[in-house]
């Protein structure tokens, strides 16, 4: 755990030895200021001139402020300093943790360790590295100026602070166990939060908003019972290092008074021992609390760490290098096609495949319609080409370049995909649009509006492209945004669009305007679209069915219909569903 932290201190090392220099000198004048004291004491006993005794005590004691404010201003910035490294440092990793990850996380406790976790690290690093040393060597010059006063006096000190240090010392461990507690429990209401709130209307349609407050206070219960737990250990240190101390400061006024009457010991020198004997309390207890927080902290490097351990894409797959610039198809077309998958095999375990073997190809200036029944895989194809998972075997070929040989970047640079969910992030329209392409011009932006059918929706709002939609887009339908997530793919003018059922959110007049903005679209980019609407697979260049991991037929939707049973039946299944009217019958034509 040392270790974890002193790795994060890299690039910060320079200020933090500063700061601990500035404080140990600090702590220097706070050594010097008893005996200090002991002369102005002896000074007045003795009858002799108090002016220079008096004004060097006066300006240690100012020095010493002067400096302790810098050096814990200068600690202070350090440790923000690390943190935000950490932060950012975290966020970024986190950004590009593999999907397969992903799927046993949960967004809150991720959320929880970036900033929970991530301040006890901080508050550990600011003591531990400084507080703890500058304590330690406090510790220590007060023994040693103690020891040189009167060695029976420190004697005492050191066996009655050892006593307590034995008897706090068990404590420490159960700590530790009780703060990583806490640390997991605040990660599970973060998690649990996240997943109601981004459901909410889920939530209030399904009247379930009792239950997930129950759940909820749950949770809130499970960590209010870690942290009392906490707190019931921490709370039992301060009060035994408190005591250990005034025990000492008690009997070394005892038996200081006593060696002064027998004129073993001057009123200055048990002056001295005192204000170093009250000196080191501050030392030994800081010490004793700085042990705590090492175990609290321990959790929450364990938890970051853990995080930090989770394999990312880039360091797995492909070369690194910079994206390749969009281009459309028309511009850079060569007879290899868009898209080629050449018999891939992938499961999400390894004891359950979802692709077995599937082929398919999708030529330049296509439309290809990828159907089949739910379950068999078409989302998991769009996966393994965007190369969110490395598939079993098999190869994926874009323009005709290997995964292997292109960088995520460059490969991700060829393609655009617009989900079946459509996100949408918060923020504007224009933020929004320009996600993929940020350095798009306003021309631009209309141009893809008008082809999703929306420039006169957005013309009529009071912003204009710069009207905020809302977390998750809520206030824009789900049709617009649909739309405006096609338009964002658009856009970042792709080789090759993925689409995920595009017409699914869509009324009659926007799903026909769309459709025949999909085919003229072909003159761009190639099109792979999962389809559920007879609309769209109807006017599919190509319609391959997926079934059973494996493309079970590929041609024309006249083709098909005509020659594969499987098909047949999906075709009766999707009109009925869809309210049309040509339903297949044997021999139709």
């Given amino acids: 755990m040392l270790r974890h932290l002193w790795t994060l201190t890299r690039g910060q090392r320079l200020a933090l030895g500063a700061a601990l220099l500035l404080t140990l000198a600090a702590a220097a004048l706070g050594l010097a200021q008893p005996l200090a004291a002991k002369r102005v004491v002896d000074s007045l006993t003795a009858h002799r001139p108090l002016l220079a005794p008096v004004v060097l005590l006066v300006l240690l004691l100012l020095t010493q402020a002067l400096i302790g404010a810098f050096a814990s201003f ?37 959320m929880a360790r970036a900033s929970t976790d991530v301040a006890v690290l901080r508050e550990a690093l600011t003591q531990l590295s400084v507080q703890i040393a500058t304590n330690l060597c406090l510790a220590l010059g007060s023994a040693v100026a103690m020891f040189v006063i009167d060695p029976v006096l420190m004697l005492l000190i050191l066996g009655v602070l050892l006593f307590g240090c034995l008897a706090i010392s068990g404590l420490s461990a159960r700590i530790g166990r009780t703060s990583k507690t806490l640390q997991t429990a605040v990660g599970a209401i973060s998690a649990g939060l996240e997943r109601a709130l981004a459901a909410l209307r889920t939530v209030r349609a399904s009247r379930a908003e009792q239950r997930e407050t129950e759940h909820l206070t749950a949770l809130a219960h499970h960590a209010y019972d870690a942290a009392v737990r906490s707190a019931r250990l921490v709370a039992a240190v301060a009060p035994a290092a408190q005591m250990a101390m005034n025990a000492a400061f008690i009997l070394v006024l005892l038996v200081g008074t006593a060696r002064v009457g027998q004129g073993a ?43 930090y351990a989770l394999p990312t894409e880039d360091s797995t797959t492909g070369p690194s290098g910079p994206a390749t610039p969009r281009a459309p198809a028309t511009a850079t077309a060569t007879a290899t096609a868009p898209l080629e998958i050449r018999d891939l095999r992938f499961g999400y375990t390894p004891d359950t495949p979802v692709l077995q073997g599937l082929s398919l190809t999708v030529p330049h200036h296509a439309l290809v319609a990828l159907v089949g029944p739910s379950g068999a895989g ?40 617009v989900e079946q969910d459509c996100p949408i992030l918060h923020g504007t329209l224009r933020d929004n649009l320009r996600y993929a392409a940020p350095e798009a011009a306003d021309d631009s932006l209309w141009r893809v509006l008008d082809l999703v059918n929306l420039t006169q929706k957005v013309h009529r709002l009071p912003a204009g492209l710069d009207t905020e939609v809302g ?80 493309a079970q037929a590929t041609g024309t939707y006249t083709e098909l219909l005509r020659t594969h049973a499987g098909f047949q039946r999906l075709v009766n299944h999707r009109a009925g569903t869809d309210g049309a009217h040509h339903t297949w019958r044997p021999g139709a034509r």
């Fill in 74 to 110: 200068l600690l202070e910035r350090t440790g923000e300093r690390v943190v935000l490294g950490l932060r950012t440092g975290l966020m970024a990793h986190l950004l590009r943790v593999q999907m397969q990850a992903y799927d046993r996380l949960r967004v809150g406790d991720l």
């Fill in 265 to 307: 010991l001057s009123l200055g020198a048990l002056v001295a021992v005192l204000l170093y004997a009250n000196q080191l309390a501050g030392p030994v207890t800081e010490l004793i609390g700085g042990v705590a927080l090492l175990n609290r902290a321990r959790g929450a490097s364990e938890r970051v760490q853990a995080l």
């Fill in 378 to 417: 078409k989302s998991t194809v769009f996966a393994l080409i965007n190369r969110f998972y490395e598939p079993w075997s098999g190869t994926i070929r874009i323009d005709g370049r290997h995964a292997g040989d292109l960088s995520l970047t460059q490969w991700r640079s060829r393609i655009s995909w």
């Fill in 471 to 550: 977390e998750r887009g809520a206030r824009l339908s789900s049709g617009e945004r649909q739309r405006i997530a096609i338009a964002r793919a658009i856009l970042a003018r792709p080789r090759l669009l993925l689409m995920d059922e595009p017409t699914a959110h869509l009324d009659p007049a926007n799903e026909a305007a769309l459709t025949a903005t999909l085919h003229n679209l072909r003159q761009e980019c190639a099109l792979l679209v999962i389809a559920h609407r007879m609309s769209t697979i109807e006017t599919a260049d190509a319609v391959v069915l997926l079934a059973d991991g494996t």
